[in-house]
Structure formats: C-alpha cells, structure tokens
C-alpha cells in the first residue's frame, strides 16, 4: 500500500491558463474523488469515478473543469482559463467498494495540489 | 442533502488536558460518520469513523468520539493531549448508499500549549 499520490504538489499559474492535475489512487481502490479545499474550508466534493465511469458531478465543477479516469486507474483533472477564485488545494481520495469488510467506507487522501493563479 | 457544524473554529489546550472537538450533523437520511485530521502541509488521515453498531468510538492516537442521534452529534475527544496533536481537525459525513462522498465541516484548530 504505497497511499495515493497527487502531482505536481504546487502550480502557480497566470490567470487564463490551463492546468492539469494527476492523481494515482490506490492500486485495488476502484472510488476515486476529487474535492476542493479553500483556505479556512473543509474539502468540498467536485466529482466521482467508479472504475472509469465519472458517476456524479457536483454543481461546483464549472464547464472549465474536466475530468477523466482512463482505464480506471490514474484521473486527471484540467482547469481550463483559469480564474483567481480557482486558487485553493485539490484533494485526491480513493475508496474499496463498498461492503469490503474492514475497511468500509474509508477514503484515502492523498497529500494534495496547491494552485496558486495570479 | 447533508451538512455539518463544527462550532468552535480553534481550540486552545494546555498539554496533557482533556479535550472535546464538537460537531454536529444534519440529514434526511442515514449516515456514516467520520473524524479526520490534517497536519500541516499534508492530506487527510482517518482518525475513526461510525458505521453502525456501538455508539462509542475508539480511533487512533487515543482519540474517541461518541455518536448521539437524539442530538445529531459526533463529538471527538482525547483524554490527554500532546503537542503532536496540533493541527485541523474535520467532522464528515457521508450516505451509507450511493456514491458515498463525504460532506466536511468547516474544520477546527486544535493548538496545544507547552
């Protein structure tokens, strides 16, 4: 179990870009989320893969934001033109399914990427 | 739809005090419970959860937390803190069907004094 991995762990970028993030879940973790967290905030949920089907998307993912889960492994998450109010940390998790005994239910995070956008 | 209350924002301890860190939840359905904590510059780590079953919780670094449903509450506790245990601490719930995301709550600073 070597936890999830997110890179890069920061990215400044001028507003108007498009960034790109990478997140390695868990290799027999078949949930996979995306949450947002701003300074003095608790993570907000942005999105939901089980396998390679994304399954939810919450009213905070914008059309600038994409998704994807090739494969079923690794995700990626893009900002398109990026805005100020896109500064914050994007948190990784990944699940087992559900009703796996001993570990029901419980996401593991990964450290996180930092977007600066100036 | 659910959501979740942490009261106090930062909480100042001496070391070796007792602690509680409140949260309190709100839903139309029936839910999963969970306290994580984050350490500076880090993710997310499980400290215990609430599924079903006893309502008192023991997690890891002697943390526990005691589900009331009459109250909605999930309140975290230590008996004696240390000075590792500065950091935040997030209250979450989750459906107990469907896709499981977890909803936080705003997060409280535990800062233990020498």
């Known amino acids: 179990d070597t936890g999830v991995s997110q890179n890069p762990r920061h990215k400044i970028t001028k507003r108007g870009q498009n960034v790109t993030f990478r997140c390695d879940p868990i290799?027999?973790?078949?949930?996979l989320y995306w949450y947002r967290q701003t300074l003095g905030q608790g993570p907000e949920f942005l999105t939901y893969?089980?396998?390679?089907?994304?399954?939810?998307k919450s009213r905070l993912l914008s059309d600038r934001f994409s998704a994807e889960r090739p494969k079923g492994s690794f995700s990626t998450l893009e900002i398109q033109r990026t805005e100020q109010g896109d500064s914050a940390m994007y948190l990784c998790?990944?699940?087992?399914?559900?009703?796996?005994?001993?570990?029901?239910?419980?996401?593991?995070f990964g450290p996180g990427t930092r977007l600066t956008v100036l | 739809a659910q959501s979740v209350t942490q009261l106090d924002s930062q909480v100042p301890v001496f070391e070796e005090a007792p602690v509680e860190l409140r949260c309190n939840y709100s839903?139309?359905?029936?839910?999963?419970l969970f306290w994580y904590v984050q350490y500076p510059n880090q993710g997310l780590q499980l400290l215990l959860k609430?599924?079903?079953?006893?309502?008192l919780v023991k997690g890891i670094n002697g943390f526990e937390a005691e589900f009331n449903k009459s109250q909605t509450s999930f309140h975290l506790r230590k008996p004696s803190v240390h000075i590792s245990d500065t950091a935040e601490y997030f209250c979450?719930?989750?459906?107990?069907?469907?896709?499981?995301?977890?909803?936080f709550g705003t997060g409280t600073r535990l800062t233990i004094i020498p």
């Open positions: 290799s027999e973790h078949n949930r």
């Open positions: 979450a719930v989750s459906s107990n069907f469907g896709n499981e995301k977890l909803t």
């Open positions: 609430y599924l079903s079953g006893s309502t």
């Open positions: 839903s139309s359905v029936s839910v999963y």
């Open positions: 893969f089980q396998n390679e089907a994304q399954l939810e």
């Open positions: 998790a990944s699940s087992l399914p559900p009703r796996t005994s001993g570990r029901r239910n419980e996401q593991f």
